[in-house]
């Protein structure tokens, strides 16, 4: 699976937008973009993914650059409850497994 | 639905000891991932499970851990022998078979410490 990279570490004004940065430059055709989340003493949480389209849901929305080299996790209206690490993975479609990284830290401030 | 259930939640256990975790997944999915989590780091893929078959094992971490999921429904991770790094937090995983749609569901995972 391709490696993804994403910043250590970003704060968010509560009420705001959170714009999480995730960059796959080595993603392959048929990988797909994931976007977990992982609050404190839970198990991770799936947000949303896509392969080349844009994609939204109740959650969140997943812009996907036309070279699909990099992608944009956004929260429209962050709250609190989004403070939590989140995580960026590409993966083939039915792979055997689901590499995740470091991810984001993402705080929300009050 | 009543989501992915660990057991148990915490595990205080000496080294040399055996433990066992057990994992159930939701009732109609078919594919059971296992990971472990240390402190500040992502979850660590371990195993994979379609219905009964382990289908990708290689990323155990010794020949100390092993994982069953006799009847295609609930999981075990065994650990013998267990050492002081041993120590984590075990996640356990499912979902259904969608070649373009899956998502995991995790469980809250079942906290080990090895004394």
């Known amino acids: 699976d391709a490696k993804t990279t994403q910043p250590t570490s970003m704060d968010c004004a509560e009420g705001r937008a959170a714009n999480l940065p995730c960059n796959h430059s080595t993603i392959s055709g048929n990988e797909y973009v994931y976007w977990y989340r992982q609050i404190h003493s839970q198990g991770p949480q799936y947000i949303i993914h896509g392969l080349k389209n844009n994609e939204t849901n109740e959650m969140a929305s997943l812009i996907i650059t036309e070279d699909r080299k990099s992608s944009t996790l956004i929260l429209p209206h962050a709250t609190l409850r989004d403070t939590a690490v989140y995580y960026c993975?590409?993966?083939?479609?039915?792979?055997?497994?689901?590499?995740f990284g470091t991810g984001t830290r993402l705080t929300v401030i009050p | 639905d009543t989501g992915v259930s660990q057991n148990p939640r915490h595990k205080i256990t000496k080294r040399g000891q055996n433990v066992t975790f057990r994992c159930d997944p939701i009732s109609e999915h078919n594919r059971l991932y296992w990971y472990r989590q240390t402190l500040g780091q992502g979850p660590e893929f371990l195993t994979y499970f379609q219905n009964e078959a382990q289908l990708e094992k290689s990323r155990l971490l010794s020949d100390r851990f092993s994982a069953e999921r006799p009847k295609g429904s609930f999981s075990t991770l065994e650990i013998q022998r267990t050492e002081q790094g041993d120590s984590a937090m075990y996640l356990c995983?499912?979902?259904?078979?969608?070649?373009?749609?899956?998502?995991?569901?995790f469980g809250s995972g079942t906290q080990l410490s090895v004394l």
């Open positions: 995983a499912s979902s259904l078979d969608s070649a373009t749609n899956e998502k995991l569901f």
């Open positions: 993975i590409v993966r083939v479609a039915g792979a055997n497994n689901l590499f």
